[in-house]
């Protein structure tokens, strides 16, 4: 295994085993008792299922350039998760993506019910939250506010929730390079923003340094993107565990379908070397996060 | 007007106008641009829809106790109402409890659809803790946790969501009173008693004063659920503005249901007593708060 993959499962094993115990304890809250049970298992099937956990590996490469252990990086990395798992449970549903395979398994709403898998994610985006004021990662109250703002205004409406309306919304309709740029800034990117971004909050970067690292986690959104389109378009149901060349049928705007799969793979290339470009600041120290966006355009799955 | 009318009414209009102009901002995000337009009117029809406001009211008249200006209450206030009407619009979906009419006007999905309904419900969830880690009403770090903290419990899995999940499945179920009971603490109860306690964190309360203060909160839910129960089963569509007799239907349990309106309405009264009791260490400045428990025994919408 590569460096870059011996990372990755580390980081991917500390946050399962960290989603792990936070979905399995049989009481959250006085004075009500315990989470229903169907309810913490529907939010186990939506997590722990096998996800790459890139969000935490980008916020942990980031605080390491700051020299952050990464133990004080689960609990926001575990928060990005829920994040992201709630968001592919509720995009899932019949009323928006309609899809019944994820990761190889079946979607929420498919192994239990709609109703379920909507509280599900509902559970899930709270907790988050939840979690993120606790002090158990960080002490000083302010950096925990600055983490939730970070979190919330990424996963909003000029964010992630924002995208998916407007992809829903471009389903059968002729948009414009730029507009379809815009829907997978907010619809994906915001949250790969964010990961970066939070890695540099508890890292305590500089204004200039937190400037570079937001251009960074920007051009890394872009290109996790479009390597995701390409893939939709070449790679195998078996290959992605979920139902490829959706984006087609659907008439879903992919900047692939308008450029093609080549001339999207030189454009891949070419954003991935900006990405890394605009690290330069922080020298041998930022490799790990070079890594990772190199990772996006060799990705297979 | 009665004062109880009154303060109800200056409430109502301060979070309305608090929520109007949270909700009509063009940009809330950089550098994404615009909240796409559709989504923001989705989440004004779910939100600024003659709602009584009452969970804000309870948390400004128990900050009222230890002389916190109602200007410094009106943030928790809104991210109480956001979360409330998420939970509503949510529920009103055809997965969950399947309404196409809340106050009197056609539910979210109706109006506009399921996708944009679950969306405009999972961005009000995102705004409501965006708002609170703002400064704006609160500079103290740690009491802008503490509200977050305090909401996302009782709107998770142990409190609102984990009751709505209970609820669903106990349609067509035999439920003791005590696990009826159980559920409504969970499902209503808990975002009342929240209201009350971020109430109290405001005005920094003793832990004496916020123990009696939470009794007085979970024995407030209570007596607002039955009242509603009661109207379910005796008010008009019309009178309440939306869909009555549906728990019966459903098979849904209600402490109705077991006793009969007649001892439920004893029961009410017994609560309300209760409730007013649990607040004899604050003396005339709880009024307020007494005389909203006292609403809910008499309220007819």
Redesign the interface.
Known sequence: MSNFQIEAQNCANDINNALDEALSKE???E??????K???LA?RHGTLNGGKRLRPLLLRQTAAIFNVPHEQTIIAGMALEMVHC?SLI?DD?P??DNDDLRRGQKTVHKEF????A??A???L???A??IL??PKDHKE??L??KL??EL????????M??????D??SENETLSLKEID?IH??KTG?LIRASVRMGAIIGLASDRELIALTKYG?LAGRAFQLADDILDETATDRQLGKTTGKDKKSGKATLVANIGVKESKVKLLEIIEQAKAALSLFGEKANSLRASVDYFGQRES
């Open positions: 009481q959250f809250f004075p009500y008792g315990a989470i229903p169907h309810l913490l939010m709630y509720h549903l009323a928006m019910d709609e109703a379920t909507i509280l994610g509902d559970n985006l709270t907790l939250f939840e004021a606790s109250t302010e925990r506010l939730i703002s919330a205004k990424s996963a909003g409406a000029c964010g929730v924002g995208g998916q309306m407007l829903l919304a815009n800034a907010m915001a920007e």
